[in-house]
Every structure is written in C-alpha cells, then in structure tokens.
C-alpha cells in the first residue's frame, strides 16, 4: 500500500466516522428535545442544556457557565432566569466572591430532570447490552482521546 492509498483510506474511514457522528448527533437532539418538553414544555433544547450543566457542574457560577458552553453571557443570564422561574435551579453566595452566585438545581429540578430522562434512561444499556465490557470501555476510551485531541493510550 502507498502512503497515497494509506492517506485516501484514511480520508474514506473518517468522512464514513463523520457520518455516524452526523446520525448519533441528529438522535441525541431529538432526545434532548423531548427531555427538554418533559422538564417543562416549552422549554428549548437549549435550556436544557443550560439546565443539565448546571446539575452536572452543581455550584457553578454563571461566568463559568458561560465559560463551559462558550455561550453569550447575556443569552446564560435570561435562561438561567428562566430556569430560576420555573424552580429548576437556585442561586446561593458564592463563598469566594461576595459579589457571584453559584447556581444549583433545587430538589424539584432533579426530580423533573429525572422524570424527563426516566422513558430513555435504558436506550444506550439496552442498545450496548450485546457488546462485551470491554468494548465499551474501549469506545469510551477512544472517544475521550478523540474529544481531546489527543492519540489513545493503548
């Protein structure tokens, strides 16, 4: 094989890994979107990510999350006034900085977030339940090296 052929199997294999990526991504909007309506409907999928940030950064304050979603700080603000609305997330003192707040999803928050989630919770279980352990943390591995930009470890 010539490094000709090895750079254009190598081109062929990546647009074909850009495709699935393309599939996996077009799926977990739609999740993400029915989520979002069952946390309260209306809610755009994009406060769901604002909220689910939250819940998963808990005591994040609101320049780190704009920081962590390399959003438009004024955009985080108004949804995260509506998150606050909605009882979804609470602000406290951040201890460090008299003049910041760290946000944190309230015990309603949870409980919606895990209502919504609860009809797709087995999806990626029952989908993998064939593959072997192994695999799975394989795939884990290599898509944290590839979300790092970085070579797998072996």
Excluded: C
């Amino acid at each position: 094989m010539t490094s000709e052929d090895t750079r254009a199997a190598r081109t062929e294999a990546v647009r074909a890994l850009e495709a699935e990526f393309g599939e996996l991504i077009n799926q977990f909007r739609r999740i993400i979107t029915e989520n979002a309506n069952r946390v309260s409907p209306g809610m755009l999928p994009g406060a769901y990510k604002v909220f689910t940030t939250i819940v998963r950064r808990e005591g994040i304050t609101l320049s780190a999350l704009a920081e962590a979603l390399t959003a438009d700080k004024g955009q985080i603000s108004r949804t995260v006034r509506e998150l606050e609305q909605l009882g979804l997330i609470q602000r406290t003192p951040d201890p460090d900085d008299g003049r910041s707040s760290l946000l944190s999803p309230t015990a309603f928050g949870l409980e919606r977030l895990a209502e919504a989630r609860a009809p797709q919770e087995s999806l990626l279980v029952d989908a993998l339940a064939a593959w072997p352990v192994d695999d799975i943390l394989n795939l884990t591995r290599l898509l944290h090296a590839l979300t790092l930009g970085e070579r797998p470890s072996a």
